[in-house]
């Protein structure tokens, strides 16, 4: 992927090491979508590579590759943004260069073993070496070890580049936010064999990441992205992020109660959680409203000027604005009190908002900051979206979409059959499994799942192609 660049126009290495992360990102998520595929085909024909590639196995490879393109997006981005805000090479480009092939091998090793390992008693040497059994962040205990020595280096990097370049309101957050970023993984890494516990500390990983520092995150990359696409002006998009980071870390922080409603944790997180996560959508309005706002006042701004530097970028970014809110904002509100979350709990309802809030929050954003890189190496000053660019956003969201509300069809078949009316039981389950509404609701989203694969197509041809189109263009 972006390997055909024969201009490479960037000056920084960090800049170029930013495009080796979104290469290997590219293909883990190209990797996590046939999973999913596998995994929505095996829900509708149970026996499908039974034994040879279990459900289990599709599902959490899914989920995990989601989570590592993800991070490796969320890397590359801030090595690529790292010399434009400073003004500076990134201080220790040679060891971040070497931790991105031992991060890489890591990877690849750690998937080839969920692969080939499918099933086999759980050890204490099986949390070294093959599984943590942890959702989302399920790599052996070595490999999280590696992570961290990787991390560190990456932060390292991060850190004295700020120090020693020009000090940005965008990098500043972004400094900060990544400690607390980084520093939340080893909540995840130490074993109890205590569900409850081992579950509350899991929590502070998965929520304390999507609902509060990715969110910051994201929230630093449309405010450098405005300022790239659009010319916005600085002041103001870094007045937007203070705003952000506070509702988003006064929201996001105790809203971490609503995922101790049920296991075992005080009750008292009833109220904390209900309060404080439904008070969440707020700072997603804002970073909605931030994103047209900035977007409809520089248009004016240029006149009649071609002000979209990079068009498929800006999509991106816009679609993220709208992603974000009604994945998370939305669809996260509706099961957010405990008295709705009693029935939706574990639902297809969950894994409607997973996905929708996934991809609307991060992968549209980070699909964005790819375009930027591309055209950052091929130093074309315009970049317009391609009819494979336009297919990609379409099919792509479209596709998410569909899968969206047909697992939200079927979550609501299971709050009314499984829950309500069946009281929540093994054969209530199993019962609701069987019923029309729920078979048809797996076949639509296995349908818009291939929807969202061609979409991911366009869009590989496309990072492959756009580059190169829009110089012969300019
Ligand atoms: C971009 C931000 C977000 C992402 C990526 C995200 C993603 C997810 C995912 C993947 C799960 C399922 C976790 C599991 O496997 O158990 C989940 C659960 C949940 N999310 Fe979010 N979420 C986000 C924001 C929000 C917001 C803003 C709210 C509330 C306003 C919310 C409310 C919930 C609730 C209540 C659950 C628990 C569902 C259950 O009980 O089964 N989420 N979220
Ligand atoms: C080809 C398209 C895709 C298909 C067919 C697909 C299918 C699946 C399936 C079958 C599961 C397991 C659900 C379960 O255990 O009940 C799953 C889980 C999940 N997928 Fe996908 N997926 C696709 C794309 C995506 C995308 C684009 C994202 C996010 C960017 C995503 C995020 C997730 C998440 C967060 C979960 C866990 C949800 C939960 O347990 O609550 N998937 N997916
Ligand atoms: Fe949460």
Redesign the pocket.
């Known amino acids: 992927m972006l390997t055909s660049i024969k201009n490479n126009n960037l000056q920084f290495e960090s800049q170029k090491l930013g495009l080796m992360y979104f290469r290997v990102a590219l293909i883990l998520f190209g990797a996590q979508l046939l999973m999913g595929l596998i995994a929505a085909i095996q829900f509708m024909y149970p026996e499908f590579l039974y034994g040879l590639f279990d459900f289990s196995v599709a599902r959490m490879v899914h989920i995990n590759a989601l989570v590592v393109w993800m991070l490796y997006a969320m890397i590359g981005a801030v090595y690529y943004m790292l010399p434009d805000e400073t003004g500076i090479e990134a201080v220790g480009i040679g060891l971040g260069k070497l931790a991105f092939w031992v991060l890489t091998a890591a990877v690849t090793v750690v998937v080839l073993v969920y692969i080939f390992i499918q099933i086999g008693p759980g050890k204490e040497s099986t949390i070294w070496f093959i599984n943590e059994g942890r959702?989302?962040i399920e790599a052996p205990r070595w490999a999280d070890i590696g992570i961290v020595v990787v991390v560190l280096i990456f932060y390292y990097n991060v850190f004295f580049t700020f120090m020693k370049g020009k000090k940005t309101g965008v990098m500043t957050v972004m400094v900060a936010n990544l400690l607390a970023l980084a520093g939340l993984y080893l909540a995840g890494m130490f074993f109890t064999d205590n569900i409850s516990m081992d579950q509350y500390w899991w929590w502070w990983v998965?929520?304390l990441w999507?609902?509060a520092t990715?969110?910051v995150f994201v929230g630093t990359l449309a405010a450098y992205a405005l300022i790239k696409i659009i010319d916005a002006k600085r002041e103001i998009v870094e007045m937007w992020l203070w705003i952000e980071v506070l509702m988003l870390f006064g929201s996001?922080i105790l809203?971490l109660g609503?995922?101790y409603?049920w296991i075992g944790t005080p009750e008292y997180w009833w109220e904390i959680g209900a309060l404080f996560?439904?008070l969440?959508?707020v700072p997603?309005v804002a970073m909605f409203v931030h994103v047209l706002y900035d977007w409809g006042k520089e248009q004016g701004a240029h006149g009649d000027r071609p002000a979209i530097k990079n068009g498929p970028a800006m999509a991106w970014i816009v679609t993220n604005a709208f992603g974000?809110f009604l994945?998370?904002?939305i669809w996260?509100?509706f099961?957010?009190l405990p008295q709705v979350?009693i029935y939706?709990?574990?639902?297809q309802?969950?894994?409607a908002?997973?996905h929708l809030?996934?991809f609307?929050?991060?992968a549209t954003i980070l699909i964005g900051m790819m375009y930027l890189g591309v055209q950052g190496a091929y130093g074309v000053e315009r970049m317009k979206a391609t009819f494979k660019s336009k297919m990609a956003i379409f099919l792509i969201t479209f596709g998410v979409l569909g899968m969206t509300v047909a697992l939200t069809i079927a979550g609501y078949e299971q709050v009314l059959v499984e829950r309500a009316e069946l009281g929540g039981g093994w054969d209530a389950f199993f019962t609701a499994q069987a019923l029309p509404w729920m078979k048809q609701a797996m076949t639509w989203r296995t349908i818009m799942g291939v929807v969202t694969f061609i979409g991911f197509v366009y869009l590989v041809l496309d990072l492959l192609t756009i580059g190169k189109e829009s110089q012969k263009n300019s």
């Open positions: 959702e989302y998965i929520h999507v609902e990715w969110e996001g809203g609503h995922h409603f996560s439904a969440e959508p997603l974000n994945g998370a904002g996260g509100f099961h957010t979350n939706t709990h574990g639902t309802f969950t894994a908002h997973g809030a996934f609307g929050a991060y």
